[in-house]
T-cell receptor, first 115, second 110 residues
Framework: GAGVSQSPRYKVAKRGQDVALRCDPI?????LFWYQQALGQGPEFLTY????????KSGLPSDRFFAERPEGSVSTLKIQRTQQEDSAVYLC?????????????FGQGTRLTVV | RKEVEQDPGPFNVPEGATVAFNCTYSNSASQSFFWYRQDCRKEPKLLMSVYSSGNEDGRFTAQLNRASQYISLLIRDSKLSDSATYLCVVNGPQGGKLIFGQGTELSVKP
């Protein structure tokens, strides 16, 4: 496909369970972002990659959150020991160049519900 | 104080109305500015970039005031299809992350 693809689209996890969310960016896009969006709020920045390098992880809310992009393409966001406050939509975006110089395209998101 | 602030609305307007959204940002080192649109349960999509000289795209006009750290979006002759949440976006000081406001919800009624 031509767009950013995220999987799964929906995930229900029991509290304490580990989850892994996948993002397939647009081919050739250098920059990749993860955002967390709670209901009625704007997307909150989690982390940013330029190729395989994680340049900013200042938005990760705790050490239970971990992201990787080992080959500079597909990225995985992992949440360990999920808590109810982790329930949100997790959005991935990619951009051809560094942010601010090219449009960021978003995937449809993964809706995580922790019960 | 949040880095990007918007009036959350909702703004309820009739078709054909002109509506203006405002946004302020806290980091004077920010260099790039955007308006994104997000439909209900959909992903955000770029509406337009915002340039210092101001820019227009059809019914949409965006303006930037760097001195006041203020961004605006004006929608003229609003359509039912303009109903969405409008997100003000600013890039971070090192040019890395894009920082989103909480969004302003617009509902255009017939």
């Amino acid at each position: 496909g031509a767009g950013v693809s995220q999987s799964p689209r929906y995930k229900v996890a029991k509290r304490g369970q580990d989850v892994a969310l996948r993002c397939d960016p647009i081919s050739g896009h250098v920059s990749l972002f993860w955002y967390q969006q709670a209901l009625g709020q704007g997307p909150e920045f989690l982390t940013y990659f330029q190729n395989e390098a994680q340049l900013d992880k200042s938005g990760l809310p705790s050490d239970r959150f971990f992201a990787e992009r080992p080959e500079g393409s597909v990225s995985t966001l992992k949440i360990q020991r999920t808590q109810q406050e982790d329930s949100a939509v997790y959005l991935c975006a990619s951009s051809l160049e560094i942010p601010g110089q090219a449009e960021a395209f978003f995937g449809q998101g993964t809706r995580l519900t922790v019960v | 104080r949040k880095e990007v602030e918007q009036d959350p609305g909702p703004f309820n307007v009739p078709e054909g109305a002109t509506v203006a959204f405002n946004c302020t940002y806290s980091n004077s080192a920010s260099q790039s500015f955007f308006w994104y649109r997000q439909d209900c349960r959909k992903e955000p999509k770029l509406l337009m970039s915002v340039y210092s000289s101001g820019n227009e795209d059809g019914r949409f006009t965006a303006q930037l005031n760097r001195a006041s750290q203020y961004i605006s979006l004006l929608i003229r002759d609003s359509k039912l299809s303009d109903s969405a949440t409008y997100l003000c976006v600013v890039n971070g000081p090192q040019g890395g992350k894009l920082i989103f406001g909480q969004g302003t919800e617009l509902s255009v009624k017939p």
